[in-house]
């Protein structure tokens, strides 16, 4: 699944500070994303637990959310500029004893410089990947006397490179025979970089998929099965014969005649931004934009997480964040079938271990792109976004994932996809139902991308309710209560739609509670056969109580998993959601049946949920936005540069439509 | 429905020429809007069928549209640079005889300067209406003995200003009692001007409802009945008495204390912009972006209108437009179960009747805003959109239209409604279910949005194809063309899509039919009681051979129109679709259910669907366009704008995350 370590995301965005032997004394706020000096000192702490001599292979070092009740007063008292004692600061430790599957679990109190536990997880229970690894088990394979024995049957043109493209291995749970054990395993694929730019690592070699397959053990760190690829209509496999070199399809510019049409676009706040960064402790930023108001945390698994959302003042959400994204693939042929990755949870959005920064033996670099987005649409009054983005590059897939919101109160959450198809050999002329031809030779397999938003409501304070709405005959709207927790589906051919409501506060225009609803877009298909694992993708919506350490809808650890860890289940405790503290998961998702057009780099896939207030202010809270101008807004006719001017027809007032450029992904 | 002149679209955007007392030769493109000279040639030829006393009321004189099929050789050979013989220029004229129900529609051959026909249609049949007609209509009401008597029993402040917002009568073909006659009625709704800004027309005095309606009769010019309004729970309805004046709620800006911490925000194109407009006649123009490249004409209806869509010079779209739109609203009680308003059908996007701006008895003017609309979002490559939008203020709501094309070859269409909820008085304290308290005593009823667009294909060229694609089990995907007209609904439950195919043109990568796939969101409840004269509402997909007349989903007539002209009719002809020359039409929409957050303004309402290749283009076809750099778009870091830098923690090169401005409405 991974490739090469330039292109994944390697650490968190930490200072590296100088190394300290001692307990810290922290000063640091408790939603602050862990400090260097921090992560320093939870990782001497925990090499302490085992003989000096010990390879402690850390997989993530990242903060500890202190408790939501616990919090609660620190931050009103913060709100009205008064101290409150913190709780302590603590870090979650994760870590293998190396060239052995003994994974740990730790949490450290770094405000008492002591660890807390540290136990060793069950079986069927694996840590997330991480560069230094993929990396390790492609060059594994490559050097392998079998495969290299492979690779020379396939008589490949002079030149070539085989490179290998590393997947986790997905568990199925049956018929796994001798697999059906505990090892942690990764299936290589192989690929061949374009003999036309072998020396450019970023080549499509996606147009060029190889026949053999391999599985490592990470334990042993050696092949323990090779895999012959099925490339025709059903299971049959075949041993590597001549590669047919097809025509390129490239997508580097150099491969390229470029467009010369183009001409630039450029969005300007020449007076500054309108909104304000600040930080609230060392790694954390607060932002306000008029009435907006949040803190801006970052841990491995999620990347980017939002706190104490609120709007004018009050309360609208503790703890928004995306913990979990499953990406099923459709081709149901052993060892396709259990391509199944989960890109946040297998991976981390926030990622990747922390102790790659630290002097350990990871020479990843943060491979971000850097974006600057603004959107400008212009009308008689102007809505005007705050948007808070990351973009998270997982091997072929690229994610842009951002939370904007607006000055009428609304969050919209948005997720991009793109990137590179994951694809595999297919016989020249046939077809099969579960892919798509995109290149000679090469089938492009249908997939989803299911995420999940977890929304951890505080909708005017504590204590929410969930409301469905079905839109029934003449307009009418019915509102059914959901009482205990559990998977729910929206009803799209009815309009069934949800609302968070706090039945304690009314709005005093018509009487009713304040509310925030959700507009989800349909998700993708719930037959899923990788159903099992993903233990969230079964429902448009899950409801559950509040648990602090209940974060990850897929579970804490998704690599290999057999389920059973997720929301699905803490849904089945029947918990009560009714006037509680409860978190609603919104699933979402792009169902990709894979076109010609997709190859060899996919056009933006884009899907968009929203929270929306519902009689929670009591007009239009953003009637005091001013109007918009020219004056102020600058804006340019056509005609000025070069073009037509389509409008003043009649006389200069007049304007009927007007053409206009858009830059977006 | 409508209000007041300024506030209505109220022409064509025509150069008003020296007014030609002669038959004109024509040099126009076929497909071009009639220009000045051919408007008013068009209304003297009509005026000339009746005796020169007769008072004729023009309510459009707009293009008659060529025949596709014989416009098809004439558009083939211009694209190739080849002259090829015109059809003959027609114009299409619909009047009534004042102060009579005679409505008649003529064709007038401009080419030979000839009436060829001029019909008298048949009862149940009415033109649009018109500004001139509204405010007629408004001073009768205001001015008629009887309405100020009940205006007096309500004992209004001193300066209160009672105003009409006139609505045409929407027919239900039931218990209609003296009223089931053919006339041409309107309601009149009155509300009360802000007492404080009573001199401001833009005022929102949809805050203060009052209790009596009225309706006229446009033969007599009179009112013909008074209605006093339901605003409890029931039927019931009472005598007009002291209105309670409630708080103000004002939009109007001078009512608020607007903020100040906004900064304006620039999108340029210093060196011009990246598409070309040319005309292809005197008041059509081309457009060009890089491989895309279209006509743009303009209708009294339908307003803007492409025509002969191509990418890379491939044939996409013959016509698509926007024809229909219905605004059912969800209150039984009579009169408000006739509020059903078509904002293009009964009073049309292109608007008004051309004969204002040609020295009738109009005052109107076009009250467009004036948009510049940028999108800019970056990313590795930029996905720029070309964005042809068009905005129409339709009284109390204003929409915004657009189609957005980009370079991966795909088309979106996005509707944006905004503007001022159209309300009804209401007792204090209580609730109905079909509306909410937007206001003390305002109700705002729950209502839909339902757009038709009509797209007209010639993907690959002529004779296409419609099929269905729902995914199934394990991802596979299963065609079931369609082969007789018909409606038929998306089942968003299990992902049934839509795609328009050319079985004659196949794509050398994988031998499948080139395509366009429509992905349409959530079409409103089909329920809806306003269904028979929405002839388009109860499907998500209409699919029609193409009759080159049948442009409009609702029907051509839609005021008080009773259903049987529209395309469910078209339809029930149960004509061959498949692999020929037929018409898409995909209704989409907004269920509205108002929230305290919608008065006195509503945020906007954003519906988007979408038009993508597949398996249509080789690859993807937006390969050649150049990466983004920072020297080309300039991006500017906060941080030098007075804000603070997120990115860059650990070296100048690290990005982690963003904080971004964006705007749009």
Known sequence: MLRTPEQIISSLPLVVGEKKSKAIQTTQHPLGPLTASEILESSRLIKQEWPSITDVNFKAITLRDPKKAGLAPYLEAERIGQKS??????????????????????????????????????????????????????????????????????????????????????????????????????????????????????????????????????????????????????????????????????????????????????????????????????????????????????????????????????????????????????????????????????????????????????????????????????????????????????????????????????????????????????????????????????????????????????????????????HGIGYTVKETPITTSGGYDLIYDVNRTLKIQNKSVKNPINDKPVAYKIHVPKAANKDSFHFRRAEFADHNIYVTSHQDKKLYAGGKYTNQSRGGTGVRSWAERKDNVLDDNLVVWVQFGINHVPRSEDFPVMPCEIVKLSLKPVNFFEKNPALDEPHSTQSFDGSVLLSAHGGEDLAAKIDGKVKVYCVKETSKL
Not at 355 to 361: E, K, V
Not at 451 to 467: C, H, K, T, W
């Open 85 to 470: 004692s913190s709780p302590a600061r603590k870090s979650f430790v994760l870590c293998y004893l190396r060239k052995t599957d003994k994974l740990h679990e730790a949490i450290v109190n770094l405000s008492t410089s002591s660890v807390e536990s540290n136990l060793r997880l069950g079986q069927f229970v694996h840590s997330n990947s991480d560069g230094s690894e993929i990396i390790e088990i492609e060059e594994i394979c490559l050097d392998d006397e079998r495969v290299q024995a492979d690779i020379a049957k396939l008589k490949l043109p002079e030149g070539a490179v085989a490179i290998g493209d590393t997947w986790i291995d997905g568990s199925d749970g049956v018929n796994e025979g001798e697999f059906s054990d505990t090892r942690r395993l990764y299936q290589c694929f192989l690929y061949l970089r374009d003999p036309n730019y072998a020396g450019e690592s970023d080549n499509n070699h996606y147009a060029m998929p190889l026949t053999t397959s391999h599985v490592n053990d990470c334990k042993e760190w050696k092949i323990i099965r090779i895999d012959f690829l099925s490339t025709g209509i059903d299971n049959t496999t075949k041993e590597p014969s001549k590669y047919k070199v097809q025509p390129l399809n490239e997508y580097i510019s150099e491969a390229q005649t470029l467009c010369t049409d183009v001409k630039p676009l450029k969005v300007i706040h020449l007076e500054g931004a309108s909104f304000r960064v600040s930080n609230f402790c060392e790694q954390g930023q607060a932002i306000s934009r008029q009435k907006w108001e949040f803190k801006v945390g970052f841990n491995q698994r999620e990347g980017m997480v939002l706190y104490d959302v609120h709007y004018a003042g009050r309360p609208l959400f503790y703890r928004p964040s995306l913990p979990d994204m499953a990406i099923p693939n459709a081709d149901p042929r052993h060892p396709f079938h259990k391509k199944q990755a989960f890109d946040l949870g297998d991976f981390g959005a926030g990622i990747m271990a922390n102790n790659l920064q630290l002097g350990c033996d990871y020479p990843g670099s943060i491979h971000y792109l850097s974006p600057v987005l603004s959107n400008d649409k212009r009308a008689s009054v102007r809505n005007r976004e705050l948007v808070l983005q990351s973009i998270i590059t997982v091997s072929n897939y690229e994610y842009i994932l951002a939370f904007q919101f607006n000055q009428a109160g609304e969050i919209m959450y948005e997720a991009h996809a793109t990137g590179i198809l994951s694809p595999q050999p297919i016989d020249e002329v046939i077809e099969v139902p579960w892919g798509t031809v995109v290149h000679p030779g090469v089938l492009a397999t249908h997939h989803q991308h299911i995420f999940s938003l977890r929304v951890d409501p505080m909708i005017g304070g504590s204590n929410n309710r969930v409301d469905f709405n079905p």
